[in-house]
C-alpha cells in the first residue's frame, strides 16, 4: 500500500536565502550606523558634570599633610648610663640654659675614677722619688768630684817637686815616674767623672721628662673621666619647653638612650610626609602655602630628609610671612605644595573621566550643546584642581567631566532633554 511523502518546510536553500536576507540586514543596520556617527546613547545631561576649558595661569602642586612642630627640638640622650637616681623637673615645665633636669648614678664609674685617682697617686709618688734620688746623686757625684780635685791638686804639687828634684838629681828614676802616674790617673778620674755625671744628668733628665709626661697624661685621664661623672646629671642646653621626660626614679637607663626633649617656643615650623614618587622632583627653597581661615600662608622648604620609610620622605616648611595665631604643637593642616613655577596653559577640570581613559580622550560637548562625540586629547601635568591640555582642546571647549563609567562605551552621547 502506498503511503504519501510529506513535503520539508525547512530545505538547505531556504536556509541560505534567511542567511543572506539577515547579513543584508545587518549591513543596512551598521551602515545606518556608521553614517549617523557610530553608537549612539541617550543621556540626561543632568547626571553628568560638564567643564569649560579655559586658559590662564597653570602651577603643578600636590596636596600633602603638614604637621606643626616647634622651630626647634633638642632630643635629650643619657650620655652615661645609670640608674635614675633623683629627677628634678616634671614633664612640661619650663627650663633654662643650665638647669638640672634629673640625676644618674653608676657604682662601674665612681670605681673607675677611684682606680684612676690611685694610679695617678702611684706615678706622682714615682716622679718625686725619681726626683730626689737625682738630687742624691749628684750631690754624691760632687763629693766625688771635690775628693778628685783634693787628690789631683795633692798629686799635681808632688809631681811639680818631682820635676825640680829630677833635674837636680836628687830623686830617682823610678820616684820620678810614680809622681807622673799619681798626677795623670786623678787628672783622668776627673774627666771620667765629669763625663759621667753629665751622661746620668741626661738620663736622669729623660727619665723626669717621661714622668711628668705620664702624670700630664693621667690628670687629663683623670679628668675626662670626672667629667663622664658630671655628665650623669642632664642638664638642659637650651631654654625651651620639655615637652618630653621618659625616666622614673629607680629605672635604669643605658648609654644613648633618649630621655626627653625640649622644645623652643619662639616659632613654629611644619614637617610633612611626602610620596616616595616625587622625591626627585623635591628640594630646599621650594615653596608652598597653607590655608587657615581666610588667610594664605607662605611657607618655603627648609630641609628635605632623604630617608624613605613605608613609601615616604619628610620635609620641614617654615612659614615666610608671620606664623598663623593660634596654631599648636601637633595640630595638622593641609599643604599646597608646589613643583613648579607659574606658567600659562590650556587647562581642563579635574574629574572622573580620567579613571577610565587615562587623558588619551574625551566626550567633547557640540556647540549646540545637544550631544557629545568621543575625541582624541593629550593631558600632560596636573594639580588637584586640573589638568594641563596639551593636544586636541582648545579654550571655551565644553567637556564632560564626570564618571564615563556609566557611560559605557558609545561614539556618542545625545543629551535627551536637549
Not at 622614673?248 to 638612650?257: I, Y
Request: aromatic share 6%; proline share 2%.
Amino acid at each position: 500500500m502506498d503511503r504519501p511523502i510529506e513535503k520539508k518546510t525547512i530545505t538547505p536553500k531556504r536556509i541560505a536565502y534567511c542567511a543572506g536576507g539577515l547579513a543584508i540586514l545587518i549591513l543596512i543596520i551598521y551602515g545606518f550606523i556608521a553614517a549617523s556617527g557610530g553608537s549612539v546613547l541617550k543621556v540626561d545631561s543632568s547626571r553628568v558634570t560638564i567643564s569649560e576649558v579655559s586658559r590662564g595661569q597653570f602651577q603643578e602642586f600636590i596636596p600633602v599633610q603638614g604637621t606643626v612642630t616647634p622651630i626647634k627640638t633638642v632630643y635629650l640622650d643619657a650620655v652615661q648610663g645609670g640608674m635614675v637616681e633623683e629627677i628634678y623637673v616634671e614633664e612640661g615645665s619650663l627650663v633654662k640654659a643650665g638647669d638640672s633636669i634629673l640625676r644618674l648614678d653608676n657604682t662601674d664609674l665612681h670605681l673607675e675614677i677611684m682606680s684612676r685617682e690611685a694610679l695617678q697617686y702611684e706615678q706622682m709618688n714615682n716622679l718625686r722619688n725619681t726626683r730626689l734620688a737625682i738630687q742624691q746623686n749628684s750631690l754624691r757625684l760632687q763629693e766625688q768630684l771635690l775628693e778628685i780635685d783634693y787628690r789631683l791638686e795633692t798629686a799635681k804639687r808632688t809631681y811639680d817637686q818631682s820635676v825640680i828634684l829630677k833635674e837636680k838629681g836628687l830623686i830617682s828614676e823610678e820616684e820620678f815616674d810614680r809622681a807622673f802616674e799619681e798626677h795623670d790617673f786623678y787628672r783622668r778620674k776627673k774627666e771620667l767623672t765629669i763625663e759621667t755625671q753629665r751622661q746620668d744628668s741626661i738620663l736622669q733628665a729623660i727619665n723626669v721628662e717621661q714622668l711628668e709626661a705620664s702624670v700630664e697624661r693621667m690628670e687629663k685621664n683623670l679628668a675626662v673621666v670626672r667629667s663622664k661623672q658630671d655628665q650623669l646629671v642632664l642638664k638642659a642646653p637650651i631654654e625651651g619647653q620639655l615637652t618630653s621626660l621618659v625616666a622614673e626614679v629607680g629605672e635604669s637607663k643605658s648609654r644613648g638612650q633618649r630621655l626627653g626633649q625640649i622644645d623652643v617656643l619662639e616659632g613654629f615650623k611644619l614637617r610633612a610626609a611626602v610620596d616616595e614618587y616625587y622625591i626627585s622632583r623635591i628640594s630646599s627653597g621650594q615653596s608652598g602655602e597653607v590655608k587657615l581661615g581666610d588667610q594664605t600662608y607662605e611657607l618655603k622648604i627648609m630641609k628635605v630628609y632623604p630617608e624613605v620609610r613605608d613609601g615616604r620622605f619628610e620635609i620641614d616648611l617654615e612659614f615666610q610671612n608671620g606664623e598663623p595665631e593660634g596654631i599648636r604643637r601637633g595640630q595638622t593642616v593641609q599643604v599646597r605644595l608646589a613643583l613648579g613655577d607659574l606658567s600659562e596653559a590650556v587647562m581642563l577640570a579635574r574629574g572622573g573621566f580620567y579613571s577610565k581613559t587615562g587623558g588619551n580622550w574625551v566626550y567633547l560637548v557640540n556647540e549646540s550643546g545637544n550631544e557629545a562625540r568621543k575625541h582624541d586629547v593629550r593631558l600632560g601635568r596636573q594639580n588637584p584642581q586640573v589638568y594641563e591640555v596639551l593636544e586636541g582642546l582648545e579654550p571655551g571647549d565644553k567637556v564632560i567631566t564626570s564618571s564615563y563609567e556609566t557611560l559605557g562605551d558609545f561614539d556618542r552621547l545625545v543629551f535627551k532633554d536637549k
